[in-house]
């Protein structure tokens, strides 16, 4: 007995020790935290703020109240929107793209692209004054799809059939059960053209590009920052702190102090939006990717 006393010692000491002095140990940690996390710029009121975008875009609620605060923020004189995303789905894609238009009338916003900037998160940044990309990300994919499974042959292996009572003759267009039908398959390109019209459309007047010059930027092409300023879907090839630098002279403000971002509530936001996209890519949607 003595001796598994003193052989979990070292696991069970430093517990006793947790349990006896938790209060203590919880201020310290508190403590340490705020050492390491508060520096002399921190105290001073921020100018300046950092929304990032990152991920598949499922959830974007988090990302349209911060744009919101900093609208109404009158202390904040200029947004850096730090994007890293393949893009997502369409409704909240167009939603950020209009609230990053709304922002950016009132105050100046600059979009940089930090490692993906593709299709829906390209969408949300067309609106920005300026779209800085990092030398090795990767831009465009302006495109639309709508995909799903056809699961027939599996069913019928494992003897499950479905039974359906419905009225609308497109009613069922996009089921996994069985191969979609030619007049189902119309229905559904007639969703995604008009997507990728109003996509074209938004990008081009945005950018100031021609619209029928589409199949040059758009198309789903997929550029390197370089061959993205080529076409016009960049405005710079520069790493962040040019980003930084354009949003400090479009803002006029000669004492820049950047909003520091609570790094446990970066954390969460990243476990759930990579939870939600694993679930979503699992369900049929029209995506912008």
Same mark, same amino acid.
């Given at each position: 007995m003595n001796f598994l006393k003193l052989l979990f010692l070292p696991i069970t000491a430093p517990i006793k020790f947790i349990n006896r002095y938790f209060k203590t140990v919880l201020f310290l940690t508190l403590l340490v935290y705020l050492a390491n996390n508060t520096d002399s710029q921190s105290l001073e009121k921020a100018n300046l703020q950092i929304i990032e975008l990152n991920g598949p875009i499922m959830l974007?609620? /988090?990302? $349209?109240? !911060?744009?919101?605060?900093?609208?109404?923020?009158?202390? #904040?004189?200029? =947004?850096?929107?730090?994007?890293?995303?393949?893009?997502?789905?369409?409704?909240?894609?167009?939603?950020?793209?209009?609230?990053?238009?709304?922002?950016?009338?009132?105050?100046?916003?600059?979009?940089?692209?930090?490692?993906?900037?593709?299709?829906?998160?390209?969408?949300?940044?067309?609106?920005?004054?300026?779209?800085?990309?990092?030398?090795?990300?990767?831009?465009?994919?302006?495109?639309?799809?709508?995909?799903?499974?056809?699961?027939?042959?599996?069913?019928?292996?494992?003897?499950?059939?479905?039974?359906?009572?419905?009225?609308?003759?497109?009613?069922?267009?996009?089921?996994?059960?069985?191969?979609?039908?030619?007049?189902?398959? /119309?229905? $559904?390109? !007639?969703?995604?053209?008009?997507?990728?019209?109003?996509? #074209?459309?938004? =990008?081009?007047?945005?950018?100031?590009?021609?619209?029928?010059?589409?199949?040059l930027y758009a198309d789903a092409h997929i550029f390197t920052s370089v061959q993205a300023k080529e076409v016009g879907l960049v405005d710079y090839v520069a790493p962040v702190s040019k980003a930084k630098q354009l949003v400090i002279n479009l803002s006029g403000i000669s004492n820049p102090v950047w909003s520091k971002e609570d790094k446990m509530e970066k954390f969460m936001q990243k476990i759930i939006n990579g939870t939600v996209a694993n679930i979503s890519s699992n369900l049929n949607g029209l995506v912008a990717y």
């Open positions: 974007v609620e /988090d990302v $349209l109240d !911060k744009i919101q605060m900093a609208k109404n923020n009158n202390d #904040i004189k200029g =947004v850096l929107l730090k994007v890293n995303s393949p893009g997502g789905a369409v409704a909240p894609s167009v939603e950020l793209a209009y609230a990053i238009k709304e922002l950016n009338e009132v105050k100046p916003v600059v979009a940089y692209a930090s490692g993906v900037m593709a299709s829906g998160s390209y969408y949300a940044s067309i609106w920005a004054s300026k779209i800085v990309a990092n030398p090795g990300s990767m831009i465009g994919s302006i495109g639309v799809i709508m995909q799903s499974v056809d699961a027939s042959e599996l069913m019928a292996k494992i003897g499950v059939k479905t039974q359906t009572v419905k009225i609308g003759s497109y009613k069922e267009a996009g089921t996994p059960t069985r191969q979609w039908t030619k007049t189902e398959k /119309d229905e $559904l390109n !007639k969703v995604i053209k008009s997507t990728y019209d109003m996509f #074209i459309t938004d =990008v081009s007047n945005a950018r100031k590009l021609k619209k029928e010059q589409h199949k």
